[in-house]
């Protein structure tokens, strides 16, 4: 059975390593009808906007997109590509595996986890106002009729929303993947202790949703205390739901444990689609030396072949991951500068992936 993919390459390094990414694919013998659409930088002068309606109407049509980073701007102008997907199919959930991998470079072994993120809401719902707006000034008069302490005058503002119903669907969304994977823990990660009626509302509602499911452990941890714990001792945790600000520092935070985030890959769920991503970023100053490691991109594939119903093809190409760290003759840069604190005579990009695919079995 042939399945209809989106592909949309990126910028950056983007287009490097979903190409890398595609031959491992089609090595394993799963048929892919690439659909390949751009989005990024590279549309604006065209398009006028970074993701033109026609990529949005291929996803639509396909329900299933793997993508390559797109740059985002820091401070103005569009907020995110990636933002966007999420918010246009209500990819509620992003998963993020971090697992070691024999020969990563890392400086922890036997690391585990899953970081389970709200993706719709909190900080990054985007709801914000500039320093002068008159917005600003209304909420300003609304604080202070409150009782509350106002805020400076010249502030900027971010709305943070949390609400019960997205709040209920990622921690049942977190407990159903952990009885469906075996897990056996879920914790929640907050900051209900500052943050009282957001970060509250959000812990109360998981541990209402928790007692669901006897079945599997949980806990509760303030996300300051989470990142402390991780850093000391990873194996206490298994699967970490978390708000989505938190969600995106925590799992770069695991990522770090498991050899960087060229090891991390990524996959944003909704009902009804899903786009499959590395957790890094489109790397621009080293775009288009092959250098750039695909391992992230290529085991988000191998999560989307999962979804696809390949799980066959899904765990092989771990496996050829697994071995081709194991061995270490050919290894990028990133990876052999860990282990050896030198890139000297590391494999490019496109090297990496033609040993993957000779692992392959």
Known sequence: MAHDVVLIPGDGIGPEITSAMRRVVEATGVQINWNVQNAGA???????????????EAVRSTKVAIKGPITTPVGTGFRSVNVALRKEFDLYACVRPCLSQPGDGSRYRDVDLVIVRENTEDLYAGIEFDEGAPEVVKLAELVEASGQKPFASDSAISIKPISIERSRRIVEYAFEYARRCGRKKVTCVHKANIMKATDGLYLRVAREVAERYPDIEFNDKIVDATCMGLVQEPRDFDVLVCLNLYGDIVSDLCAGLVGGLGMAPGANIGTDAAIFEPTHGSAPDIAGKDIANPTAE??????????????????????????TLAEGTCVTGDVQRALTGSAEGAAGTQDYADAVIAHLS
């Open 42 to 56: 590279g549309v604006m002068d065209e398009y006028g906007t970074p993701l033109p309606e026609h990529v949005l």
């Open 298 to 323: 290529i085991l988000s594939a191998a999560m989307m072949l999962d979804h696809l119903g390949e799980a066959d093809a899904a765990e092989r190409i771990r496996a050829a991951v697994r071995a």
